[in-house]
């Protein structure tokens, strides 16, 4: 993690290469990069997983991959400067969405799994990823292998490793997805748009933190990602650790100081969740999820399960999203007419 920065010579290098390729650049960019030239807002440097990087310009050939670090390009309205995104087909209806014309302007690159060869082919400048959302040692596409043939990346603040092996979080998950509009920000030239968003989300989850559960009517929440043999499910550092506990939930979960992890059914039954969370997503969605749930033997004398206490949010919901405060809000909404 501590080789993520690119000199400011091999960013003007990669630059060359990708223009002399044939990278597309919009008519007036040329006019546009002057004027932020002459206003001094470049170069800029920002801290992103503890790595500080400099940037002299705009990138002009983003790819994206998921629905969250996409979606996070949109609301800043940076269509333009993308190359595209990779994202699967299980991500629900993208046609609600408040920044749903990016889906319309963007292309949409690959449903599969992101990769070296489909970043190339894109003649991308920045690859916006976090690990275990694409990027991966085991798949051999990292910041560092794209470094290598002259590509930037930036990471998921989320997605973090916080030096304990491979462990995720660094900051609180909220803080993160602020972190990462305000970073987009300076290096897009564009944060007047990214501290208006910053601004409005704030208001947002205060309003929801103003009407949720409090004191000893916080109910006891627990996140389930997937898993039969052993439940994935959400640590201290994954969107829904703040998404529940902004909603009026207590997280069952907090003490485990990683992002998405994996638990024991035991360890769910001794917390005696008294509402679960589904994430949905996939071939195996929420139905199928809460009628594993509701089958399992272990949990049949599980709070949640007993009093049928099951609420369900997106995928893009509870990954880093600027769909997390309208998701507290609505968690929030619901935890407030528990009955206990």
Not at 138 to 153: C, M, N, Q, Y
Not at 285 to 303: D, I
């Amino acid at each position: 993690m501590h080789n993520l920065v690119r000199p400011a010579a091999i960013v003007i290098a990669a630059a060359l290469v990708l223009t002399g390729c044939g990278a597309e650049m919009p008519s007036d960019q040329g006019e546009k990069d002057s004027a932020r030239k002459s206003t001094g807002h470049y170069p800029v440097t920002i801290e992103n997983c503890g790595q500080k990087k400099t940037y002299d310009k705009a990138p002009q050939r983003v790819v994206t991959n998921d629905v969250g670090i996409t979606e996070i390009m949109f609301a800043l309205e940076l269509e333009d400067h993308m190359a595209g995104y990779v994202m699967p087909e299980d991500k629900g209806d993208l046609t609600s969405v408040p920044w749903k014309d990016g889906y319309r302007k963007a292309k949409w690159l690959s449903k599969e799994r992101i990769n070296k060869e489909l970043v190339l082919d894109a003649r991308a400048d920045l690859v916006f990823a976090g690990w275990n959302y694409g990027f991966s040692e085991g798949d051999g596409f990292t910041p560092a292998e794209l470094r290598k043939v002259g590509i930037g990346s930036y990471l998921l603040s989320e997605s973090c490793r916080n030096g304990k092996g491979k462990a995720r979080g660094v900051m609180a998950p909220l803080d993160a997805l602020y972190t990462d509009l305000r970073n987009l920000g300076k290096i897009f030239d564009v944060e007047d748009r990214a501290e208006a968003l910053v601004a409005t989300f704030r208001k947002q989850v205060a309003e929801a933190q103003a009407k949720a559960p409090k004191g000893t009517d916080r109910p006891r929440v627990f996140l389930y990602d997937d898993g039969r043999d052993k439940p994935l499910t959400s640590g201290a550092f994954a969107g829904p650790h703040d998404i529940i506990t902004k909603a009026g939930g207590d997280h069952v979960m907090k003490d485990l100081k990683d992002s998405w992890v994996t638990v024991g059914w035991e360890t769910v039954v001794d917390r005696d969740p008294e509402v679960i969370v589904i994430n949905d997503y996939g071939d195996n969605g929420a139905a199928q999820r809460e009628k594993f749930l509701k089958s399992y033997p272990p949990l049949a004398n599980v709070s949640a399960i007993k009093n049928d206490r099951v609420f369900v949010l997106d995928y893009a919901d509870l990954v880093e999203s600027p769909r997390n405060p309208a998701a507290i809000s609505s968690l929030a909404a619901y935890l407030r007419n528990v009955d206990l």
